[in-house]
DNA sequence: ACACAGAATGTTAACGTTAACATTCTGCTA
DNA sequence: TAGCAGAATGTTAACGTTAACATTCTGTGT
């Protein structure tokens, strides 16, 4: 993803001896030049300051200082230094201040290959996802499992997959070749080869995903008990007339919201009305708003996502229907918080945060051989603001 | 992270074997569920199905397989399983199948530990960020940086950085200890070690920060350029009193766009009236809204991200001034796109793309020993939507 | 001063891979 | 059919670390 190099004439101070590319207005500028308030645009100097002594003598012996290395330069013996580095108590003090000097004299880090050789562990899972991470939803999992995984210590090495190839088997070849103790696959819409993936025997698997996988734990949001959750609250407000408006349909999530829907409304006697299907965008939501604002029987829209709620609003209101007055309207993910002003959208909150911790967890420490897969869905909480009303 | 442990009468169920905990409501079901339509919400089942012939087998010889071991049945010797594995030319079609067999068999994957023992390498960028990944900017700094690793078939390793604690020292202490090429440091605010830190020499460090640092390479979004060239674009429209509506008072990026705007407002020979400052939510910029609404002469308002921009339209509106045609208004960010209906706002966007590839390629291929420090400032552009006019 | 227990330190080998060199094949030429 | 070049394969050693065992200290009690 480089910049297209029209490299324009004065560009070329940006180019250093490594030969990178600059793009145009792109520049360089003193270390100074926050504190010289008329910021000049057109004057680009490069800096010249460079690290002093300590640093440079550092990069010196960049070639990676060795156990050996400080053990020689210590006097001890290899074992010695590596007693030192984990911190054992079996090292006299005074060995070990030498110890210590030596390694600060040189330099020294411990080698993450040689440890994890040795150890045959990483502390590290993997996690495969789509390019797109800002959607909302995956970016917010994302960073769940992110935290679960400081919370234990763990790093995330993250896997980007093409948007246009979900393929758990390619995620999954790929991951093999990372330091990994174990993998999470989130890839957010169903990928085309969800029954077929056997996953690899070298790690253990978490798919993120609201279908069951026969080989592998599976965790999830619980899209379905979301909406049985959202359509029971609208019930007992009073609500009959309660429509659907989705989001793209063949998405597992909006799939997974529909089905809640029309099952309470099965249940509960109701007749549910033709249901309507967005894009998840405002736009979209707001299309289907027009659509709703002529249906003068209906008392409640549960709206599968908060973007498309607020569209739905808008088109409710432009139309003289007022919410929550006229009809409520009731969201999921909430996500509007603090960006509308004025605007307190009822919603349906997922418990990202255990959903990433489940993920970590079964990715780190799974299940016996001879367990079951676990398939868990993780439930969320009804968010009571103000878009939600009894009915008139 | 673990849910606090109600665990609930039913949920046993969901407690394995391996004595994982569970949090009320959740559940685990049978793998057939979605194809159940009355879906039935108290009655959890736990699957049974397990695995068959083959991946029960691969589990077997869980104990990683080297590549001695496939040598071993293949007939040949290790160098020869290792040439087969990199794709050498230099061996015979017939003992290349052998030993692909073999591998198969065997379900042999090359040691990434062992393979970076030797090479030296781990084709891994780290990158440090602060725990709440999802702020605007810091996301979309983060998947850029994601997909300009994955261009050229890097991982990347994240370490997530405690927020209270932004210290760029124990950020790049905690990256040493782990298996990367490079560092990238992105801790939003300003860390308190800022000035002393010093890189380690063991691996390249490029900090994101608008600020040169002496010792590190930085790259970071032309904050002041991204003021500049708004207000410049005001100013042509024909306004003149312009104010300006701020973030957080004392984050850089917020000072550096202050600081723009201020010297072009100096530079045109236009007065700056009082510059009003947020927090960067919608709510902060309505109440913007309501003190700039009471400034009869102000023609525009540069407003300092696109949340904010949305509160103070609000704010503007529902004082009964029209924007754009009473008061133009530009935000940051280009961020409402798709999020509230029929709102055009002007904007200027960042190339988070090209800061992500620059910041990438100075960690993986750092500038030669002896060269300056490079401090990059990467211009974004001017998004020309509706909320801006001359004025009347 | 001597023996001895236990603490401190050292030595060896192994983790899995591959570069560099060594050896053995293969097919072809004289 | 020996000789040979070059292709195919094998052997060795090293990457940096640490578990397991071996050795050498240290101080204490006689």
Redesign the pocket.
């Known amino acids: 993803m480089h910049c297209p190099s029209t490299v324009n004439g004065t560009d070329n101070l940006a180019n250093g001896e490594t030969g990178r590319r600059s793009c145009p207005g792109e520049r360089r500028v003193r270390p100074t030049y926050t504190s010289r308030p008329p910021y000049d645009r057109d004057n680009w100097v490069t800096i010249v300051r460079r690290g002093k002594g300590s640093y440079h003598m550092a990069r010196k012996q960049n070639?990676?200082?060795?156990?050996?290395d400080?053990?020689k330069v210590a006097?001890?013996?290899?074992?010695?230094?590596?007693?030192v580095?984990?911190g054992?108590?079996?090292?006299?003090p005074?060995?070990?201040k030498r110890v210590l000097a030596a390694m600060d004299q040189l330099g020294?880090?411990?080698?993450f290959?040689?440890?994890s050789?040795?150890?045959?562990r990483y502390h590290i899972v993997g996690l495969a996802m789509p390019s797109n991470i800002s959607a909302t939803g995956r970016r917010i999992q994302f960073e769940n499992i992110a935290t679960a995984a400081a919370d234990h210590q763990y790093a995330l090495t993250l896997v980007q997959i093409n948007e246009n190839e979900l393929s758990l088997t390619e995620a999954s070849r790929r991951m093999e070749s990372l330091p990994v103790d174990g993998q999470i696959l989130g890839l957010g819409m169903e990928p085309y080869d969800f029954e077929s993936f056997v996953p690899p025997s070298s790690i253990p698997t978490v798919i993120i995903s609201p279908k069951p996988h026969p080989l592998c734990a599976t965790v999830s949001n619980d899209q379905v008990g979301c909406a049985i959750d959202v359509v029971n609250y609208l019930v007992d407000k009073g609500h009959q007339e309660i429509r659907f408006a989705g989001g793209r349909r063949e998405a597992p999530a909006n799939i997974g919201r529909y089905k809640g829907w029309l099952q309470v409304m099965h249940d509960k006697g109701l007749s549910p009305q033709e249901p309507l299907f967005g894009d998840w965008t405002a736009d979209s939501g707001y299309r289907m708003g027009t659509i709703l604002a002529r249906d003068k029987s209906c008392t409640a829209i549960f709206v599968a996502n908060d973007t498309m709620a607020v569209g739905v609003i808008y088109a409710l209101r432009e139309a003289g229907i007022r919410v929550p007055e006229d009809v409520s309207v009731i969201g999921v993910d909430d996500s509007m918080v603090g960006v509308i002003p004025r605007l307190e959208l009822s919603s349906y909150r997922f418990n990202d945060e255990r959903v990433g911790s489940v993920a970590f967890d079964l990715a780190t420490n799974p299940p016996a051989e001879d367990l079951e897969m676990p398939h868990i869905l993780v439930p969320g909480t009804l968010v009571e603001r103000s878009t939600v009303v009894p009915p008139r």
């Open positions: 070639t990676s200082v060795s156990i050996a400080v053990a006097g001890v013996s290899a074992q010695t230094v590596s007693r580095a984990n054992s108590e079996a090292v006299r005074a060995t070990k020294y880090r411990p080698s290959a040689a440890r050789l040795r150890a045959g």
